[in-house]
């Protein structure tokens, strides 16, 4: 994990915690609605398909056309996922092993 130093303050703590006190994405859409701009969380669920984007090999030609994102944007997500904390990493790993945990077994008995 890398250094919080310039974010990480009692404010962003009590922030953070009340995040994690979510338990559905229909809780996530009243808080974060009440929290923030629709531009604001529309930017930031962007550039997590950005992220995502990049990291499954997709070009920027292909992210503009999905996202709508500038050059911009993309550049600076890529920038964050090389040089960042590995926070992009960390949480798509686990949606990545939350969704192999719920996708039914492939194969099984010939029928």
Do not use: W
């Not at 703590?13 to 994690?20: A, G, M, S, T, V």
Request: aromatic share 8%; with cysteine.
């Amino acid at each position: 994990m890398g250094t919080q130093s310039k974010l990480q303050d009692k404010h962003t703590d009590f922030l953070f915690r009340c995040i994690l006190e979510l338990k559905s994405i229909e809780e996530c859409y009243d808080f974060f609605e009440d929290l923030s701009t629709v531009a604001e969380l529309k930017a930031m669920s962007q550039r997590s398909v950005v992220a995502k984007m990049l990291r499954d090999k997709h070009v920027y030609s292909d992210i503009v056309a999905g996202t709508g994102a500038s050059t911009a944007t993309i550049s600076r997500v890529n920038r964050s996922l090389n040089y960042g904390t590995g926070g992009y990493d960390m949480i798509f790993s686990r949606l990545d092993q939350a969704d192999r945990e719920e996708m039914p077994e492939q194969g099984g008995e010939p029928q």
